[in-house]
């Protein structure tokens, strides 16, 4: 997230690549207890360089809503996602959850460009079920990356682009966020405005459905009934189906979405281990009390004096900046910081990449503070994490495959 600024101005990470991870397919619980062992003790002895490159997302309104949209190669959370690249978009499969076949739906995304010409923009995206059903099958799927195919209610795509290509201009976008994309992407569905649109209305012939399960809630939310005042943008005159070039913003008709924020970053290391309580997170969204006494009654729910202390660690750890929802850090030696000791992964639980077969490292984690932000309710049935920690290619493989499935490790409280 926060880095220097490359000479055309779009941000550029800092962090250099983490060093390989193994690979056993074969481990036995015995092995796996042994691994994460050895993994505590690497934690112990964590790089300094490491903790201090620690990039924390935070949330903003953004005070205008088109500095969100593709072409300012935004990073951000709710809403709709800002695809990067707006025609090739996952599909099939990928666009649902597994377990339960709803559409999947767009959590965050963090634009994190790499030193390589194929990756001069690169973008992970973060989707996931909002069933806590799922959710908690999920988190035992995971485990079995390594012998099966999972099925994940929580998927992560990488999409890259070289600095010349069909959608963006070669010079850096406008401060003045007045420019438009080069190229109109894919129509994409009315209901979710999230995945493309691949099945029509057949009464008023323009609104467009990702799926049969969304046609259905849209016609029931009051659509049928009026199919010819779409109040979804579909683009110009002259294409019901593209996206105009003079680019709008989306309204899509589901009021289910996740509200939509700017993320801001700040180095970990700004936050002086001395500053008082009253001085964080002055600009905050959300109180820091009600914050920190979120935080705190998750710990009631832990039962092993092992996750009480890793709990309390993590609240130590975090305590100086409440209100962050992302950990960003892709140099060597960075780990997740877990909140608890359970349910962790060891090294050989991480995946090798999809489609090159090469390790995988840690670039971030979505933290339990997100919820808030996301107005989840704080019930038995609705979703709670203690984290989410996303695994990427080391090498930022250059595959075919346009939006390149990534690897996400979810640990429950």
Known sequence: MAGTLKGDGTEEFKGLRITSLDDDSDQEEEQREQDIAMDDDDEEEEDEEARNSVILGFLKKPKKARSLLRHFFPSKAGGVPAWLDPENLPSGRSCFCDICGEPLQF???????????????????????????????????????????PSRSVKVFRCQLPRDNPFYSSEPPKKDSTDDPLKAGAALCSWCGTWKGSKRCTGCRKALYCSEKHWVKHSRSGHEHDCQRLRI??????????????????????????????????????????????NVGTNSLISSNRMDDGLMSIADNFTGDGDRKSWASFHVRIALAPEQILRYCRSPGATPLWPVSSGRPSTADIPKCSYCSGPMCFEFQIMPQLLFYFNVKND????????????????????????????????LS
């Open 233 to 278: 943008q579909l683009g110009d005159s002259s294409s019901a189906n593209s996206e105009s070039t003079s680019t709008v913003i989306l309204k899509v008709a589901s009021n289910h979405l996740w509200p939509e924020y700017k993320i801001i970053q700040e180095p970990e290391s700004s936050y002086d281990t001395e500053m008082p309580d009253d």
């Open 107 to 149: 959590v965050l995304q963090v634009y994190a460009p790499e030193e390589k010409e194929s990756a001069f923009h690169r973008t992970l995206f973060v989707f996931m079920c909002t069933s806590m059903v799922c959710l908690r099958r999920d988190q035992h799927e995971q485990w079995k990356c390594q012998r099966d195919k």
């Open 380 to 411: 038995v049935d609705s979703l709670d994490w203690a984290t989410i920690a996303v695994y990427t290619c080391e090498a930022s493989c250059d595959a075919s495959v346009v939006y390149k499935e990534e690897f996400a490790w979810v640990q």
